[in-house]
């Protein structure tokens, strides 16, 4: 029901002047014609009769989502990575004005009021990006930054940071991590003290995705005093405010495109009316904005691993070694059948995931496990992949070698391997108690 709903608002949403304006400029056709079209390199069923969560309208705002990626992102990616940020502005405004920055966020604060599996559609599609970095940012926006804002957030706040992310006329950044605090996020020590009607902020905020050109930060800090998980605030605070200072940009293995900063507050002053939803509640807020975070990682990565182990397939078919096809050897094309077994199992953990969450139920485990599941096999297909290639696998020249090393960081951000575990077994009741 949820769906048809869904299918039903984009269809009207398809002929609304957002995306008139951007189907022009991109050449779209009809919907229809969206359909008959088939995705280049997927090999899930594609007709959206076969789907088990996909409609006409998933494929067809894919569909353009993917032009979009083709003519405006994927040139610049050499560039952008070589320059170790991407124009967040630029980039966002773009995909902001054809509505995929809030393709599940209300309609009255920009969003196209679709149900959640639509920004897992998106997201499966923001994989053909040829690097981690840039969908990463994007998924910051979507899905990490903005979903506790949207759910709890009041409609003052709504207007003055949802609608203008959405619209891509702002950038946004998540701070829950710290120097001293990232997989236990129950002891961070980032402090707003309230005076009056603001809140003092003092503190830092560490490996902030979009920290360096951000707007606004969807900030996690200490209130009052009480138990940690009964004592935190998520806070919108403007990134120009005296005292918000960006520390540095870090250097990374990985992600190159995506800037990362450590950022200091010192003395921040914030109207109260900043924080979103009731005070003392953000831990509880950033966990359940973790599911859709986790959710988002998963189906990202998902297309990646597929474009991978594609292109590892069409390089080891031409390569000849000992004068035979690389890929002829059987332990080549097995490893590979086994890697796209393993995909096509994942892909199966995050749909049916996303239909009971769409349905409104708590997937915290199953979002959990496919987390963990993700991160484990970008891990293996990356490796495997990578040695199939060879000394071109070194090279920077091939997106196996970025893949290797962008989708490392998907067993660490977000919650690392062992946080994941641990909430699996809590879900399992195996968990031991302190
Ligand atoms: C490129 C990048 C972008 C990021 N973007 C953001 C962002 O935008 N906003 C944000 O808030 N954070 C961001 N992060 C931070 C990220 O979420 C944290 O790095 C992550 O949560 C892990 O925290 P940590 O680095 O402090 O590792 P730690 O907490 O120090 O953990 C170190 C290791 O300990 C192990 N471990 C953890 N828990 C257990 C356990 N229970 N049992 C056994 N072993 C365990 C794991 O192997 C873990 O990797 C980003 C990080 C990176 C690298």
Request: charged content about 20%; hydrophobic content about 40%.
């Amino acid at each position: 029901m949820a769906l048809r709903e869904g299918a039903l608002r984009l269809n009207l949403l398809l002929n609304s002047r957002t995306f008139y304006k951007f189907n022009s400029s991109v050449g779209v056709r009809s919907l229809s014609e969206h359909v008959s079209s088939t995705p280049v390199t997927s090999s899930a069923p594609e007709i959206a009769s076969d789907h088990l969560i996909y409609t006409q309208e998933h494929f067809a705002l894919k569909e353009s989502l993917r032009k979009i990626i083709d003519q405006e992102i994927n040139p610049h990616v050499e560039q952008w990575e070589a320059e170790g940020i991407f124009p967040a502005h630029k980039v966002f405004k773009i995909l902001g004005s054809a509505g995929f920055l809030g393709v599940n966020k209300p309609v009255e604060y920009g969003g196209l009021g679709l149900d959640y599996s639509y920004s897992v559609a998106v997201a499966e599609e923001l994989g053909h990006i040829r690097c981690g970095g840039i969908p990463m940012a994007i998924g910051v926006q979507t899905d990490m930054t903005t979903p506790a804002l949207a759910r709890f957030g009041s409609a003052v706040l709504k207007q003055e940071f949802l609608l203008p992310s959405i619209m891509g006329d702002q950038v946004a950044c998540l701070g829950v991590s710290e120097v001293g605090a990232g997989s236990d996020v129950s002891s961070i020590m980032t402090k707003a003290v309230r005076k009056g009607d603001e809140y003092v902020i003092n503190g830092g905020k560490m490996w902030t995705t979009n920290g360096t050109q951000a707007d606004w930060i969807c900030l996690l800090a200490n209130t009052s005093d009480g138990p940690p998980h009964r004592n935190k605030s998520l806070i919108c605070v403007p990134m120009n405010l005296p005292g918000v200072q960006i520390a540095r940009k870090i250097e990374k293995l990985g992600m190159w495109s995506s800037d990362t900063a450590e950022v200091f507050f010192d003395d921040v002053h914030v109207p109260c009316k900043n924080i979103i939803g009731q005070e003392g509640m953000g831990f509880t807020y950033q966990m359940l904005q973790f599911q859709e975070e986790r959710l988002w990682a998963v189906a990202n990565i998902l297309t990646m691993m597929e474009n991978v182990i594609q292109e590892t397939i069409q390089y080891t078919k031409q390569r000849k070694i000992f004068k035979r096809p690389v890929l002829h050897n059987q332990s080549v094309h097995f490893r590979l059948a086994e890697l796209q077994t393993e995909v096509e199992l994942l892909r199966a953990l995050l749909h049916s995931a996303t239909a009971l969450y769409i349905k409104g139920n708590d997937v915290t485990k199953l979002a959990s496990m496919a987390k963990l599941k993700g991160g484990r096999l970008a891990r293996e297909v990356g490796d495997s992949c990578l040695q199939f290639w060879g000394g071109m696998g070194f090279t920077s020249d091939v997106l196996v070698s970025r893949f290797y090393r962008d989708s490392r960081l998907m067993s660490i951000g977000g919650g690392a391997d062992e946080v994941m575990l641990g909430i699996i077994c809590k879900y399992m009741g195996t968990l031991p108690k302190n």
